[in-house]
């Protein structure tokens, strides 16, 4: 694979455009597979107007395509290396949050020495 030499500034404008909780739960939902614009908007609770706005950031990113069919616009992931992106970004989250997020129900607790 030929690279640039300086892709430094490709990769901050990747990061850039996943950088927004509304494009990225975009993206989330796009890992399902293909949706038009009113499908992402009911999903992601999202007016259609943002969800569009999202969408024509993440394209010029590279990270989505669109199908036009008809009169209706459908999205998808570009590559399944955004998918890969999302899973190694929620790998690191939870690594870096460690136990902030750990379960508290009696089950997971572990049993005091003595009691029973």
Known sequence: MIRPVDIIP????LF?????EGRLTVLEALGAGERRV???AEQTRQS????????????AAGLVVRRAAGREAW????????VTLLDAAE??????LGESYACMSPCCSP???GHS
């Open 10 to 13: 490709a990769k901050a404008k």
């Open 16 to 20: 850039r455009s996943v950088g927004d």
């Open 38 to 40: 009113t499908d992402l």
């Open 48 to 59: 259609q107007s943002a969800v569009s706005t999202h969408l024509a950031a993440l394209h």
């Open 75 to 82: 999205y998808a992931l570009a590559t399944p290396s955004v």
């Open 91 to 96: 790998e690191l989250v939870i690594e870096a």
């Open 111 to 113: 049993i005091e020495a």
